[in-house]
Nanobody, 116 residues
Framework: QVQLVESGGGLVQPGGSLRLSCAAS????????MSWYRRAPGKERELVAG????????NYADSVKGRFTISRDNSKNTVYLQMNSLKPEDTAVYYC?????????WGQGTQVTVSS
């Protein structure tokens, strides 16, 4: 079955960096687009970044453009989210997403807290 496992979250000071990873299994990873979403306290879940397959074209929410970079390593079945210049408003639970054969799959989420 499809499994997505996120890692890399934590507590970081404003201006700092984190790299999130999402290890995928149970489907042919290289064939599918992957995305990162986040849900901040009291807010709706929002799309942060996406990466297509096979061209690896990327798209970003306006709020993270120029600061976050999504990438994928098909040899490791892993998608990454490099987050730089973090702000307190980036505090959220970050989720990895894959849409496989018409169904959405989600990881368990990883908490990112940006605070001094």
């Amino acid at each position: 079955q499809v499994q997505l496992v996120e890692s890399g979250g934590g507590l970081v000071q404003p201006g700092g960096s984190l790299r999130l990873s999402c290890a995928a299994s149970g489907f042919t990873f290289r064939r599918y687009a992957m995305s990162w979403y986040r849900r901040a306290p009291g807010k709706e879940r929002e799309l942060v970044a996406g990466i297509s397959s096979p061209d690896a074209n990327t798209n970003y929410a306006d709020s993270v453009k120029g600061r976050f970079t999504i990438s994928r390593d098909n040899s490791k079945n892993t998608v990454y989210l490099q987050m730089n210049s973090l702000k307190p408003e980036d505090t959220a639970v970050y989720y990895c997403n894959a849409r496989v054969r018409g169904s959405d799959y989600w990881g368990q989420g990883t908490q990112v807290t940006v605070s001094s």
